[in-house]
């Protein structure tokens, strides 16, 4: 009786392997790498300058300019602090502290619920002295830390590994859901999921882990086919879950090529019921969020459902970015902006200011330099020689990208409002110092190719 084949991993990315090169090659590549090195870094630095000096325009505009100051300072302190940090500490001093960082992060999300100020029903922010931090942020700089050590000492090679690493990061991501922060604990699952699929996972093993949520998401929309109603228990057959559900199996059993494997025998049974459970059970686990948090996830849809109270934001920020056209409106010279028709415009709905008054071009020139930054910190993560530097850039890759898409999303209609800020660009402190720190690491991680 054979053994059962291993499924193949994905290999680890590598550059140039000095051992099957000759002396001159080797110097060659030395001097590229170096070259290639230098640039990379002066367009990383150059992208976030030129993000945070558009977003400072922004901000001079939106919200008649209030926030505007304070941002610029937050931006100078940001920038001495990491510099400072930059100078002193070096990647090796985070993967040897990675679980010390972990645990004081933890402390620090529990003293947080202990001793933190309450706004707007959230309990976001530690109050230490003049200063108020948000340990959340800091907690997305921790989780990367700890999950790039732990994958480079622990390669994904099953479902095991994975389940390991989605335990580590389930604990602050608990910590920072009871806040309530809905938006921040998606980030830390955006950040565990590209880390892991860099480590090793499979796209289709991920897939199948986020299943459930789709299997929700997709069972709230469309034709019902059944419905069933008993007291808090509410079972909704729809198409769209069907579609889905039948999809996801024929995937699967393409990929793992059913009639061979017995891996999908064993496990597809479970995988089913456990969806189905889902579209059972979802309105109780609904009932768990808070009612702001339920219209966030679905106003999306229909704005216009309820236009003076949960849509009003998205229906606003729409008027604004469709009255820029082409070339906009002016720099100060839009009506929605100036009139502060548009609320939090300083922070989730920012996009919408240069949408307005810039346009078509100047909400381009926005997406371009976000692709630009995120393509600069991938290639610093594939031109690594370390594990450890190579996953802290994708896990960089993975918050930033995450914000940028759900941010601007938010701003067109396409997705829930969750209240994740614009990297480098939406007003806050806390975001930003974490997002100046993230790309310090890319930076340091940059340095250790396989040639210096």
């Keep these: 009786m054979s053994a059962t084949r291993e499924p193949k991993r994905r290999p680890q990315p590598g550059i140039f392997d000095a051992a099957t090169g000759s002396k001159a090659t080797i110097r060659y590549n030395n001097k590229v790498l170096h070259s290639l090195k230098t640039f990379n870094n002066k367009v990383l630095i150059f992208t976030v300058l030129a993000i945070f000096a558009i977003g400072l325009l922004a901000l001079s505009s939106a919200a008649s300019g209030a926030f505007f100051a304070k941002q610029l300072l937050y931006g100078l302190i940001s920038a001495i602090i990491v510099f400072v940090l930059y100078r002193i500490f070096d990647l090796n001093f985070f993967q040897k502290n990675a679980t010390i960082i972990y645990f004081l992060n933890i402390a620090l999300l529990l003293v947080l619920k202990a001793l933190g100020a309450t706004v707007l029903g959230s309990q976001r922010w530690l109050k230490l002295g003049p200063v108020s931090i948000q340990p959340s942020e800091i907690a997305k700089v921790c989780l990367i830390i700890y999950l790039a050590a732990w994958l480079s000492k622990n390669p994904i090679q099953g479902y095991k590994d994975i389940l390991k690493t989605l335990a580590i990061v389930a604990l602050p991501a608990s910590l920072v859901l009871i806040q309530p922060d809905l938006g921040t604990t998606l980030v830390y699952v955006a950040i565990c999921f590209g880390m892991l699929f860099w480590a090793g996972a499979k796209l289709i093993e991920l897939l199948l882990l986020v299943s459930p949520l789709l299997t929700a998401i997709f069972s709230s929309f469309g034709t019902e086919l059944i419905t069933y109603n008993h007291g808090n228990l509410h079972f909704a057959l729809t198409l769209p879950f069907l579609i889905f559900i039948t999809v996801l199996l024929a995937v699967t059993a393409i990929y793992y090529k059913a009639w061979r494997s017995p891996w999908l ?19 109780i686990a609904w009932s768990f969020l808070k009612e702001y948090q339920q219209k966030r996830l679905t106003i999306f849809v229909d704005p216009y459902s309820d236009p003076l109270g949960a849509g009003y934001h998205i229906i606003q920020s729409l008027y604004a970015i469709g009255s820029g056209g082409i070339w906009g409106q002016g720099f100060k010279a839009g009506n929605l902006t100036q009139g502060r028709f548009v609320p939090e415009q300083h922070t989730d709905f920012v996009f919408s200011a240069i949408g307005e008054e810039f346009g078509f071009i100047g909400t381009g020139l926005i997406i371009v330099l976000y692709i630009v930054l995120c393509l600069n910190i991938i290639t610093a993560a594939k031109n690594s020689k370390s594990k450890f530097s190579a996953l802290i850039s994708i896990g960089t890759f993975s918050m930033l990208f995450f914000h940028i898409f759900v941010n601007i999303g938010m701003n ?40 210096k």
């Design 265 to 283: 025998s064993t496990n597809i049974f479970g995988l089913v019921s456990f969806n189905l459970l889902i579209m059972v059970f979802k309105t």
């Design 412 to 451: 067109l209609s396409v997705m829930p409002i969750t209240g994740v800020p614009l990297p480098f660009f939406s007003y806050g402190g806390s975001s930003l110092l974490v997002d100046l720190f993230l790309v310090s690491l890319v930076l340091k991680s940059s340095k250790n190719l396989a040639y």
